[in-house]
Every structure is written in structure tokens, then in C-alpha cells.
């Protein structure tokens, strides 16, 4: 068997795992939102009056972005390739260079290879303002919450819109492995911080616990099956 069936064998298996997983992740944002609707103790509308502030700030960005279409372009890339550097970081990959501008930008990396793939395909599902915001919403003095909800809700609204302008098929990040493993790849992460970002808001979680939360979920579900 040849390198090139080798390694179309590998992402083909890789992409059923991931579809795998995502229908797990699936099946726990369900049973989120089954919480959420359907409380044990309360009113479900008392459960969305959670996200309100968050939904203000996700207007405000849409309203001020058509102000700030230049610069925002450059703070879009700016993101995208800080996100390549804070994971290739995190994965101990070693920093050369980094620039970023309106039309184009990049990030030389060095280390081990099949770290690659997390560090390519992060801009793309990995919505690092909205994490760092959760974080300082763990320790926010609660009256001060409603501050950190609308920015999180501006920081949702951004790292939805730098995708929807960043994702195709022409970035040399998503076209250097099969798309369909791509793809599949950042809907797996993209549903996967989707629950993480819901439960965070709980009263009795933080993104922390709402991580562990999750997985724990995911993990359930597929020991089910």
C-alpha cells in the first residue's frame, strides 16, 4: 500500500471518528437545551433571561461594523493568526515569525508535525476572545456581569463574522488535508464550543466546569452506544 492510500485511508477514519463525536457532542447539546427549557426547578424564561445581555452586545457589534470595516478586516486576520500562535504554543511549537495586514498574514512555526493540524485549523473554531471573556466571567463580581455579557456577546458576534469571511475552500489551512476531513474537523469544534459557551452562563458553572460538563456529556453518550 502506498504513502498516498495510506494517508487517505488515515483521514477518512479520522473523519468518521469525528462524525462520531460530533453526533455525541449533538446529543448533549440537546440535553442542554432540554435543561434549559425544561428546568427542574424555575421557569425556562427565566433560563434565557441568561443570554440577554450577551444578545445586546451581539446588536451592538452588527450595528458598529459597518463603521469599522477596515480596520475590523485587520483585527479579523490579526486574530486569525494570533489564534495559529496561542495554539502552536500551547503545543509547544516554536515561533519564528508573525505578521498580519488587511489583505494577508502568517505565522513560520517549527516542532512536531502532526501538531500541525490543531495549530491550521484553530482560526477556524477556536473563538479565543469569547474563552478569555469566560474566564473573567468566572471571577466577575456578579453585579459587573451583565458588562462582561455584552462584550462576550460583541466577541461572539466578531469570531462569528471573521468566519464567515475567512472560511473557503481557497485558505491553504483548510486545502492542505481533504476538505471533508476539515470540515469535519472544525463542525466537530465548532459544535464542541457551542455547548461549552451555553453552559458556561449557568449559575452553577463556569467554562471551566462547563468543559468537564461537556465532555463528561459526550463521553456518556458514546459509552451508551
Known amino acids: ?3 498516498r492510500m495510506t494517508s487517505k485511508i488515515k483521514y477518512i477514519l479520522l473523519a468518521l471518528v469525528l462524525i462520531l463525536l460530533s453526533i455525541a457532542i449533538l446529543a448533549t447539546g440537546w440535553d442542554i437545551i432540554s435543561n434549559i427549557l425544561h428546568p427542574k426547578h424555575g421557569r425556562w424564561i427565566g433560563n434565557l433571561q441568561l443570554y440577554q445581555w450577551t444578545v445586546v452586545g451581539i446588536v451592538i457589534f452588527y450595528i458598529c461594523e459597518r ?10 486576520t490579526f486574530t486569525h493568526e494570533l489564534t495559529h500562535t ?4 500551547l503545543f509547544l511549537r516554536r515561533i519564528h515569525s508573525f505578521e498580519a495586514s488587511n489583505d494577508s498574514g502568517q505565522i513560520m512555526t517549527s516542532g512536531n508535525k502532526r501538531t500541525l493540524v490543531f495549530v491550521d485549523l ?3 473554531c477556536l473563538p479565543i476572545y469569547t474563552y478569555i471573556l469566560l474566564a473573567f466571567r468566572a471571577i ?7 458588562c462582561i455579557d455584552i462584550i ?6 466578531f469570531h462569528i463574522n471573521t468566519f464567515k469571511n475567512q472560511t473557503g475552500n481557497y485558505q491553504t489551512d483548510i486545502n492542505k488535508r481533504p476538505l471533508y476531513f476539515s470540515y469535519t474537523y472544525i463542525t466537530t469544534a465548532l459544535l464542541f464550543n457551542l455547548c461549552v459557551v451555553t453552559v458556561s452562563y449557568w449559575s452553577t458553572k463556569n467554562v471551566f466546569t462547563a468543559i468537564w460538563y461537556v465532555c463528561k456529556g459526550i463521553g456518556t453518550h458514546l459509552f451508551i452506544w
Open 67 to 76: 463603521f469599522l470595516k477596515e480596520n475590523l478586516r485587520w483585527f479579523e
Open 122 to 124: 484553530a482560526p477556524y
Open 1 to 3: 500500500m502506498n504513502e
Open 152 to 157: 462576550l456577546g460583541v466577541s461572539i458576534a
Open 140 to 146: 466577575c463580581y456578579p453585579p459587573f456581569l451583565w
Open 86 to 89: 496561542l495554539v502552536a504554543i
